[in-house]
Each structure stands twice: as C-alpha cells, then as structure tokens.
C-alpha cells in the first residue's frame, strides 16, 4: 500500500463514518510543530503518531501506534509499564512504514492493521478537535475530537509528559 492509496482508505473510513472533517492541501512537512504552523492550527490540537515496538521477553513484541498531543512527549515509561513490557522504543522506519502504509511524519492517528494497537494520551481528547497529517506530508485533515474517538475507538491512558514549555 502506498501514501496516496492509505490516504484514500483513511478518508473513506471518515466518509463512511460521515463524520465533519476538512482537508487542506499544503506544502510537504513531516515534523509536527512546523506542520501545524503551515496548517495555522495550535499545537495543542496537534496529534502526533508514533508507531513503538514493546518487547515481552525475548521472542515477543507487539507493536503500539501511541499519540500524543503535538506539544508534547511520549512517555516511554508509561507505555512499557502499560504493555507489560521489559523495552519500549520506536519501531524501525521499515516496520513503521509497513504497518501503516505511510512515510514517517504523515502517520495519522488511525490504525488499520490489526497487528498494530492504538493508544491515545487522555490529554489529546480533551481539546475539540484534532490535526493531522492524511498519510501524506502535504495533505492534513481537521477533525473533532468525538467523531475520531467514535471512529477509531483508540485504547486512552496517560502516556504523555508534561507539554514541552
């Protein structure tokens, strides 16, 4: 699967979902803090996708797209102590890239390969609404906060640090 191909399953899963989203086409960025000032969106709205691997002894792992707000950082610890795991960092740019079908920084927050589990930092479903990048660094989609939740019904927790100052 390639970039354009998950951004056209990612927008018709919200068509389907009829959900009120908007798209705005804009010039490639992968980093979040400079995409969101391209977009005009405050950072907080910002969500911020990172696919994890999490280690269970030495022959088990499970992979965890964890996102967060865009103002803020993973906290690794959480996530280990949450997968019962002995080691949790990010995954290889290949792997990342195979289960979601996107290049890094245009991840969005939605999984659709069952090998993948999402978790959602509680803080980021308090704003109103969320951005992010459609599976490619020069489209991004604004989308209320309930209508994702509703959608990509994301296992929530406290997996964030305190918002970078």
């Known amino acids: 699967m390639n970039n354009n191909d998950s951004s056209i399953r990612l927008q018709a899963l919200l068509d389907e979902h009829q959900a009120p ?21 405050e950072l907080e709205d910002a969500a ?20 967060v707000r865009g103002d803020s ?10 997968a019962n795991a002995s080691y949790v ?19 969005p927050p939605f999984t659709f390969d069952p090998e ?18 459609a599976c490619r660094l020069d489209r991004s989609i604004f989308l209320p906060v309930s209508s994702y939740v509703a959608i990509a019904k994301p296992a929530v927790a ?3 640090k305190e918002p970078d100052v």
């Not at 908007?22 to 992968?30: A, M």
């Not at 906290?75 to 102590?81: L, V």
């Not at 993948?116 to 990048?133: A, E, H, S, T």
């Open 89 to 107: 960092g990010l995954a290889s740019k290949e792997k990342a890239e195979e289960l979601t079908g996107c290049v890094m920084g245009a991840v």
């Open 48 to 67: 911020k996708a990172m696919v994890l691997v999490a280690k269970k002894g030495k022959r088990s792992s499970e992979y965890i797209l964890a996102v």
């Open 21 to 41: 989203y908007r798209i705005i086409d804009h010039q490639p960025e992968g980093r979040t803090d400079l995409a969101s000032a391209i977009r005009g969106n």
């Open 116 to 133: 993948l589990k999402l978790v959602v930092d509680r803080r980021l479903l308090q704003r109103q609404q969320i951005v992010f990048n």
């Open 73 to 82: 950082r993973l906290n690794f610890d959480a996530i280990r102590y949450m």
């Open 158 to 160: 406290d997996i964030a």
